[in-house]
T-cell receptor, first 109, second 114 residues
Framework: GQNIDQPTEMTATEGAIVQINCTYQ??????LFWYQQHAGEAPTFLSY??LDGLEEKGRFSSFLSRSKGYSYLLLKELQMKDSASYLC??????????WGAGTKLIIKP | DTAVSQTPKYLVTQMGNDKSIKCEQN?????MYWYKQDSKKFLKIMFS???????INETVPNRFSPKSPDKAHLNLHINSLELGDSAVYFC?????????????FGPGTRLLVL
């Protein structure tokens, strides 16, 4: 079967750095997405990786290793508004998006 | 300007009823989707339409039927509602199904079946 694993919940301090990991086992790979979802709101796009390596976008960076079936989302200079769920999603060989359950990130002052 | 809109935002109804959720996107996208997000927060794809043709039809009960009158709309009709249908339903759209297509989500419809 297809599977996306992420930690259920993480806690970090305002101003610090946090890394949210995602491992996947899918039938084929055609890209990995990270989305942010605030409580009670819709998911919004953060990043996309299809090749190995690090993609940086402001305070957020996303890393991919296809050989390891692994990605992480790195959030720097954490702000209270970063408190949200972070969803990892992988597109398989049929171009279907397989979603993880998300990691709830709690930011403390 | 709202890119992807859904109505209603909240829907409370009795078991056995039939209900519809509407979705409209003004982004000019070719593909629209319906997702179900349950209490465990898993996003499960239900349907997607590309240029009014169904291209993904997951193993959802046939009580659920998508209806697309045009490229900008994808409505979800649910017959004989059951308790287990209670969830948040998200509509989304994307330009296509290519490499970097990003999905834009509507605000969600919170369905509660009593």
């Amino acid at each position: 079967g297809q599977n996306i694993d992420q930690p259920t919940e993480m806690t970090a301090t305002e101003g610090a750095i946090v890394q949210i990991n995602c491992t996947y086992q899918t039938s084929g790979f055609n890209g990995l997405f990270w989305y942010q979802q605030h409580a009670g709101e819709a998911p919004t796009f953060l990043s996309y990786n299809v090749l190995d390596g690090l993609e940086e976008k402001g305070r957020f960076s996303s890393f991919l290793s296809r050989s390891k079936g692994y990605s992480y989302l790195l959030l720097k200079e954490l702000q209270m508004k970063d408190s949200a769920s972070y969803l990892c999603a992988v597109r398989d060989s049929n171009y279907q998006l397989i979603w993880g359950a998300g990691t709830k990130l709690i930011i403390k002052p | 300007d709202t890119a992807v809109s859904q109505t209603p935002k909240y829907l409370v109804t009795q078991m056995g009823n039939d209900k519809s959720i509407k979705c409209e996107q003004n982004l000019g996208h070719d593909t629209m989707y319906w997702y179900k997000q349950d209490s465990k927060k898993f996003l499960k794809i239900m349907f997607s339409y590309n240029n009014k043709e169904l291209i993904i039809n997951e193993t959802v009960p046939n009580r659920f039927s998508p209806k697309s009158p045009d490229k900008a709309h994808l409505n979800l009709h649910i017959n004989s509602l059951e308790l287990g249908d209670s969830a948040v339903y998200f509509c989304a759209s994307s330009q296509g199904t290519g490499d970097q297509e990003t999905q834009y989500f509507g605000p969600g419809t919170r369905l509660l079946v009593l």
